[in-house]
């Protein structure tokens, strides 16, 4: 039962660098959303999708992409990496994107931008 | 969406009851009052929701004011494993996106 998957979790970029920050989940989950974890403060949404197809901004998506061509894979996509960007990465699903749902949190991306 | 408060910190002894409250004093009758928690190096964990009525499950209890204006986790029997940051989130019932808000949350401390 793997749940939430996120790869890779540990990854060191170049300023200017783009890369792609991996989600999937096998819950058959409608709602899939990433968040951003900066020292010492709560999670931050960034983008987020209510199926696939559909996707959505959250709080802070300023210099990340996201697409939903599958119901099982979410993934987050740095187009220019930027030292303002180092951070911890968590993707989380739910099953509808109801308020009374629990959400499923990966493990996290551990990403450093020098 | 409402705010909640939070005490910065709390500690418990191994084995004892832990209750960690939170303030919602802005809710309104739709938000939704949900607890996750963060064990250190992992991504949150859900615990625990309600709307007005307590709630029981596995993991803890969760007790809701009459007046629906606070809330209090409780850990019936602390353990080591316990240890995280314990987040008391509301969320609309017709939320948008489904996003959590989440605050800074209790660091919970347990000690053997």
């Known amino acids: 039962n793997a749940g939430v998957t996120q790869t890779p979790k540990f990854q060191v970029l170049k300023t200017g660098q783009s890369m792609t920050l991996q989600c999937a989940q096998d819950m058959n989950h409608e709602y899939m959303s990433w968040y951003r974890q900066d020292p010492g403060m709560g999670l931050r949404l960034i983008h987020y999708s209510v199926g696939a197809g559909i996707t959505d901004q959250g709080e802070v998506p300023n210099g990340y992409n996201v697409s939903r061509s599958t119901t099982e894979d979410f993934p987050l996509r740095l187009l220019s990496a930027a030292p303002s960007q180092t951070s911890v990465y968590f993707c989380?699903?739910?099953?509808?994107?109801?308020?009374?749902?629990?959400?499923?949190f990966g493990d996290g991306t551990r990403l450093s931008i020098l | 969406d409402a705010k909640t408060t939070q005490p910065n910190s709390m500690e418990s002894n191994e084995e004892e009851p832990v209750h960690l409250p939170c303030n919602h004093s802005t809710i309104s009758g739709t938000d939704y009052i949900h607890w996750y928690r963060q064990l250190p190096s992992q991504g949150p964990e859900y615990v625990i929701h309600?709307?007005?009525s307590n709630v029981n499950n596995r993991m803890a209890s969760l007790a809701i004011a009459e007046d629906r204006k606070s809330s209090t986790l409780i850990l019936h029997r602390a353990t080591l494993r316990d240890a995280a940051v314990y987040y008391c989130i509301l969320r609309m019932i017709y939320n948008q996106g489904g996003k959590l808000i989440f605050g800074q949350g209790t660091e919970l401390s347990v000690k053997p």
């Open positions: 989380a699903s739910s099953l509808r994107a109801l308020s009374n749902q629990p959400q499923h």
């Open positions: 309600g709307l007005t």
